[in-house]
């Protein structure tokens, strides 16, 4: 085996377990973190399995939807917290709340309380 490929080897080995530890943390399946990306389940499954490294354009949306730096995936750098919202659309819109009104993000609170409220009513229903 050339010399020149144990770095690479040791990159693939060090993303597939990353990439399964990130998604992990979150909360997330395969399937979903696959359906946020919009690939197959399948394709990110090779992922973590490091039969196959996503190009780095993937590997930076990857970044972008598990809420973490390139470095932290890559795994040079140590995850600085655990993503709050696992939806990138949301935690993108999120960042953009502070650019409300005062008016607007009090209409907002109450639009999230009263689906966080209709959906917890939905739970305690079902398990009736």
């Known amino acids: 085996m050339c010399s020149a490929t144990l770095p690479a080897l040791f990159f693939m080995a060090n993303f597939a377990q990353r990439l399964k530890d990130l998604r ?44 973490v730096s390139l470095d932290e995936l890559a795994g040079r750098k140590d995850v600085s917290g655990q993503a709050l919202i696992r939806n990138p659309e949301l935690n993108r819109l999120c960042g953009k709340v502070d650019q409300l009104s005062d008016e607007d993000q009090k209409a907002l609170l109450v639009v999230l309380d009263s689906l966080v409220k209709r959906s917890r009513v939905s739970q305690v229903m079902a398990e009736i």
């Open 24 to 67: 992990n943390q979150r909360k997330l399946t395969q399937t979903r973190l696959s359906e946020l990306m919009g690939i197959s389940p399948r394709v990110y499954s090779r992922w973590e399995t490091g039969d196959v490294v996503p190009h780095f354009d993937t590997i930076v949306r990857l970044a972008d939807t598990l809420g």
